[in-house]
């Protein structure tokens, strides 16, 4: 995006034949002209495309009687086409490459846009078709994935009070748009907070302790502010090795508190109030379609199915994982001791302790791993999997247009040259970039409007090394880096008709499982034998380094378990409040957090990986929320289907490999998921394989 864009005039009108947003992009392979689309583009864009939606829907809805599979649900798949091209531009904007004029866009459009699609998901006359053809279809000749649609249109308009009275409606779309409204709100305020914070450091005092490559880090942090020096910043990139290397105690804190109240500072960028607020909202929306809570209402779509259900599989993981960190704890305490400190050890120790003790215990050096962990060659990893996996072959394409300078294009094929689709990486941080790591789609796969091959793209947030030197990653990052590929291929390797059913378009609690799968890979000494070659030298990794790399994988895992735990139990806690009574106090976010994790038996010396007021995953937008459990739930589904290939004695194994794609990664949400799961597995998955990963002691836990 051109730099003026910062000044856009987003309400300069355009006239359609003049905006890049609503060409047919043929010109480029179907990848928007991006050079060319600025942030006053999009109301436009959004009017016309909205407007054709609803008229569209108008005539669905007018259609023939008695309705059909065929001018109901067929119809319904192809319309609204521009819309879905419009949002996954200004989506991928929104997150990878924003500006004010963007974010001014988002605050407009959100409310509007959550208006328009709970018009259509009330509508009565167009849910009574659906519901027809629903009634009709085990006799109307339908195939299986023609049946699946149907449901899953069926489910999703219930879900969204399709059957209710009228007031009932007006009141879920009162609640929906204000919803919407709330999570931009949400989202901006911690961006805010990101935005305000830098810490800068000078002396060499202030630096002690960080490693060359977090020096650099830093140097380039403070480079993209236009600063002098130093900058520690808060995206989790930064945060996490700062405080796993800083030597000053004081400046770890400092950087730690910071991290952890984002959002959580009173003043114009607080979200106590507005959390309370969408668990209120949250909590009578569930109630007016019946259920008695949110989480009830959540899980009742999802593979879990129900809160016992989720809560019993916490609650296994829960316990040895606990353990396991209370004994870290000591030992770290142990060691404060043992080198004169005398102080209790906090929260803002604890990386920086389980470091020492890694390096004593473990013998292990991040610091050793990074040369031979660059980004290059693990983007070259990831694709050396797909390659053995399922056959696909990456050919770089300079040519297809892209958001930013560092965006990289791969035309991706699969066996005899079949065009598979394309892949975006853009990887590394920037200020104009939200923090974390996602994949995004700029088109979905599918057959109703001939073969529509998908355009899936990777954002994550590496630290950029300075020009002309290769960027390294932790081992995190390049986990982080397969974990997002891992959901790149679910988008890539779909092949379903229905773009409803397409890709990753499945229950939150099964989404996971392609991406967290694919992280078993790299940590397979087999492959890190062939992959992992120091950026200066090309020599492998040395052995003695590759085991001990391998054998420190279970290290700090009680830790990350239990903050990862805490977050799913306080999730599940708040979304189970019943919507309150007249007299009620507004819910302290606060509070409730500190009420929910003393019932857990929190730590004190471990905070929850994300506290509330920054909870993006369950309140910018609710893609999570009563949902954040799903990655634990994942876990034990990826841990499990990877001891399939394990008990081929080949982790490449062809047939397996050949199941997984036939059953997950290519099946999208066709089938319902513990079923896709059964057809890949042969039953359903248990806990054992997670517990053994983690290295706790094995307990019985059945996910059904
Ligand atoms: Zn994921």
Redesign the pocket.
Known sequence: MPETDQHANILAPISDEKNPLLEDWDASGGVPPFSRVSAEHFLPAYARALAEHEAQIASIARGPAPPTFADTIAVLERSGRTLERVDNVFHLLAGAHTNDALLEVERIMAPQIARHWNKIHTNAALFRRIDAVMQAAGTAGLDAEQKRVVERYHTSFRRSGAALDDPAKKRLAEIIERLAELGTAFSQNVLADEQAFVLRLATEAELAGLPGFMRESLRAEAFERELEGYAVTLSRSIVEPFLQFSGRRDLREKVFRAFVMRGDNGGTTDNKAIIAEMARLRAERARLLGYSDFAHYRLDDAMAKTPTAVRNLLETVWRPARASALADSDAMQALIQEEGGNFKLEPWDWRYYSEKLRRRICDFDEAAIKPYLSLDRIIEAAFYVAARLFGLKFTLRPDVPAWHPDVRVWQVSGAEGKEIGLFFGDYFARPSKRSGA??TSLRDQQRLAGEITPHIVNVCNFAKAPAGEPTLLSFDDARTLF??FG?ALHGLLSAVTYPTIAGTNVVTDF??LP??LYEHWLEQPELLRRIALHYQTGAAMPEELLQRLVAARNFNKGFATVEYIACAEVDLDLHSLPPPNAGDQALDARAFEAQSLARIAMPQEIVMRHRLPHFAHIFSGGGYAAGYYS?MWSEVLDADAFAAFEETGDIFDRTTAKRLRDCIYAAGGRQDPAEAYKSFRGRLPTADALLRKRGFAAGKAAVT
């Open positions: 996602w994949m974990h997002e959901h989404v996971e991406s967290q990655y």
